[in-house]
């Protein structure tokens, strides 16, 4: 059986049911999602290899082959037509065109389910997905359960990757007008024990993790890679649970009364769903998902628990984010541009250009172009690029550009140093993908470096030569 199977067995069947990774009911052999492609805009259906079995990630392989893929539509399984699309703006705009939120890059979260290659749906800060037509999707105080399988190790404190139910206006109608799993360590509204990542529930003007608004030292912060978040509310009653998605049960972190704050008692929801963002389009936040669906009725703890043990059963497990020419932690590298073979990525106190070197180059300017691969500083499956010059600086995204600053040790530089190498897009080279804004690569534009999508609203996203300017030989370091 499929999460959605087990739920239907508890009459509280699945009204929506999304996965980039692989069937939710036993029978399920339709469309998990649709991508589309850079090279030509031609766009492709991802179904499982199998009846209710993972999805046939080599398909999204080939027809992704020497060019990028987004992710445009994740479909809505469960018969109801509730599937994700790009989020329009609502009180906020997005980044892309006409205040839209980006699209998912289509290889930013590479798993394995029981050893097979599948991928979820990474979410950068100014990406979302909603449905503001859905249909089935509890309203008012009516009973809902929801459950989420998340990358437990990708989040931030930004407002608010969701899951769940919204507004149908993506604006802020008023507390008790959402019903959404929030993962994260935003301490703006509650929170839980230590600093997070907690699981909560976005009811609306509030993160909430139990009774009170502010602190529920009972919903924990957690560590796991795989998390399985619940959030499910009735009248006069809700809770949140969850787990580690890879192995073992489900724990309650709340079950209880609404909050004991006005407007969420009894609850105004509207029925929309979100995926990576706040009711009114809060686009600042990230997170990865898997797999999830919401309910029509109260799931019981019983009916979750099997959930979950399904859950595990389908073995999510990490897998390389690299490919390509290898590069090993600690040598000294060089990276020089394809499309000049004489231009080499150098810095100049901050800066990061290309600049032509030679053999005949003065020492400095070597120096100047040498870094050191370090393990990425986000996530050890990339790197960092250290600068052989000046110790502690690291090459750096800021507003898209690359910079040389010095490592000051805070999560944001962190993600904003580590990079994946892969296998270059139109020869034997490489292609350096940001870990955490998966649509962007290492490019020179103007021989200034940037972080480049292929297409997008910054003129240095042009789809004009992006492959050759994407494209970099990692040779051995001058210095
Ligand atoms: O409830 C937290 C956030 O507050 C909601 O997601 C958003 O709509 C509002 O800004
Ligand atoms: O480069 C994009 C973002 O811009 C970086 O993550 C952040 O440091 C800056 O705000």
């Not at 479909?75 to 980006?102: E, I």
């Not at 449905?131 to 009973?143: E, L, S, V």
Request: glycine share 12%; proline share 4%; hydrophobic share 35%.
């Amino acid at each position: 059986a499929g999460p959605c199977d087990i739920y239907s067995s508890g009459n509280t069947p699945c009204v929506a049911a999304h996965s980039t990774t692989r069937a939710l009911y036993s029978a399920y052999f339709g469309a998990l999602y649709q991508v589309k492609r850079g090279s030509d805009g031609a766009t492709t259906t991802i179904a499982p290899l199998l009846p209710g079995g993972v999805a046939n990630a080599a398909i999204q392989d080939i027809f992704c082959a020497n060019t990028t893929c987004l992710i445009t539509i994740i479909y809505d399984q469960s018969g109801h037509g509730n599937h994700l699309t790009q989020a329009p703006p609502g009180a906020f705009s997005g980044p892309d065109s006409n205040g839209y939120d980006n699209l998912a890059d289509a290889f930013g979260a590479p798993v394995t389910l029981d050893g097979q290659k599948a991928y979820g749906v990474f979410i950068s800060p100014g990406t979302g997905y909603r449905n503001n037509a859905a249909t089935g999707i509890a309203t008012g105080d009516a009973a809902e359960g929801m459950y989420a399988v998340l990358d437990g190790t990708h989040y931030n404190d930004a407002c608010c990757f969701d899951y769940g139910n919204a507004e149908t206006s993506s604006t802020d109608t008023g507390n008790g007008h959402m019903e959404a799993i929030y993962f994260g360590d935003c301490t703006v509204w509650g929170t839980g024990s230590g600093s997070g990542p907690w699981i909560m529930a976005d009811l609306e003007n509030g993160l909430f993790s139990g009774l009170s608004p502010s602190n529920n030292a009972g919903d924990p912060s957690l560590s796991h890679r795989f998390v399985t978040a619940i959030v499910k509310g009735e009248p006069d009653q809700w809770a949140i649970r969850g787990g580690n998605a890879a192995s073992g049960s489900l724990s309650t972190y709340y079950s209880g009364l609404r909050p004991n704050v006005s407007g969420y008692n009894p609850m105004s929801k509207e029925g929309a769903i979100i995926l990576g963002i706040g009711g009114d389009n809060s686009n600042g936040a990230q997170g990865t998902f898997y797999e999830g669906v919401m309910t029509s009725g109260y799931p019981s703890d019983a009916i979750e628990n099997l959930v979950q043990a399904n859950i595990a059963a389908a073995k999510y497990a990490t897998t390389s984010y690299t490919s390509g020419p290898a590069l090993s932690v600690g040598s000294t590298i060089s990276i020089r541009a394809t499309a000049d073979t004489t231009r080499y990525i150098v810095h100049n106190g901050s800066t990061v250009n290309t600049q032509s070197i030679s053999s005949s180059s003065t020492r400095p300017l070597k120096r100047q172009a040498s870094w050191i691969v370090r393990t990425g500083l986000a996530n050890s499956a990339c790197f960092s690029f250290e600068s052989v010059d000046t110790p502690g600086s690291f090459i750096r995204q800021s507003n898209f550009e690359l910079l040389l600053n010095a490592n000051d040790g805070t999560k944001q530089f962190y993600e904003d140093a580590t990079y994946c190498t892969l296998a270059g897009l139109n020869r034997e080279d490489n292609l350096i993908r940001s870990w955490s804004y998966p649509t962007r690569y290492f490019r020179h534009y103007d021989n200034l470096l940037r972080v480049a999508s292929n297409g997008g609203v910054h003129t240095f996203d042009t789809t004009a030569s992006f492959n050759d300017d994407v494209s970099w030989v990692i040779g051995i370091g001058f210095a």
